[in-house]
């Protein structure tokens, strides 16, 4: 099984900063088959980005993925009010398919 | 506009069984996996089951395999969740997801049915 771990925990940041979220893989991940999702409070988590980097349908371009291999990186450039959530990613290369444990973005 | 509504959550005793349905719409059924992703209060996101679009495989998390069966009616355009033996630790939220493409990301999620199993 794939473990994933997000860091850091909590990122406390204000909006029109930057926010950088990691998450590594305990082995690669084949042909960067890694995930982000979005979830806020009481609604059910939405697709940020796919294949590390692909964006989703409808998802602004300040939002960005990277990375290949043990370690990927989510990147928000300039934070909106509507950026403070939790964020997940998720491998998608081996079952069983795998979550980190989020990382909550505050203000 | 693709929808994903779950049905069939609610409170059942240690040791019950419910079966978890989701009526999907929007996309064409037949071509894409199909997955239950769970959420226990207040905790992280955890994949419990994929179906493939022709329903002939199966994937299941070591949690829950054994007691859980997915399938699907693309007759009906509908997933299933058959759970059995139900215990404490499966107390969630149960979404249902659609998958991509030939691949298990999620990229549409229902709203979720909360099963809780208490006596």
């Known amino acids: 099984e794939i473990v994933l771990t997000q860091s850091p925990g909590t990122l406390s940041l204000s909006p029109g900063e930057r926010a950088t979220l990691s998450c590594r893989a305990s082995?690669?991940?084949?042909?960067?088959?890694l995930a982000w999702y979005q979830q806020k409070p009481g609604q059910a988590p939405r697709l940020l980005i796919y294949g590390a980097s692909s964006r989703a349908t409808g998802i602004p371009d300040r939002l960005s993925g990277s990375g290949s291999g043990t370690d990927f990186t989510l990147t928000i450039s300039r934070l909106e009010p509507e950026d403070f959530a939790v964020y997940y990613c998720?491998?998608?290369?081996?079952?069983?398919?795998?979550f980190g444990q989020g990382t909550k973005v505050e203000i | 506009e693709v929808q994903l509504v779950e049905s069939g959550g609610g409170l059942v005793q240690p040791g019950g069984s419910l079966r978890l349905s989701c009526v999907v719409s929007g996309f064409t059924f037949t071509t894409y996996a199909m997955n239950w992703v769970r959420q226990a209060p207040g905790k992280g996101l955890e994949w419990v089951s994929s179906i493939s679009g022709s329903g002939g495989t199966t994937y299941y998390a070591d949690s829950v395999k054994g007691r859980f069966t997915i399938s699907r009616d693309n007759s009906k355009n509908t997933l299933y969740l058959q759970i059995n033996s139900l215990r404490a630790e499966d107390t969630a939220v149960y979404y249902c997801?659609?998958?991509?493409?030939?691949?298990?990301?999620?990229?549409?999620w229902g709203q979720g049915t909360l099963v809780t199993v208490s006596s």
């Open positions: 997801a659609k998958g991509g493409y030939y691949q298990y990301f999620f990229d549409h």
């Open positions: 998720q491998q998608y290369d081996n079952s069983p398919w795998t």
């Open positions: 082995q690669s991940v084949r042909s960067t088959y």
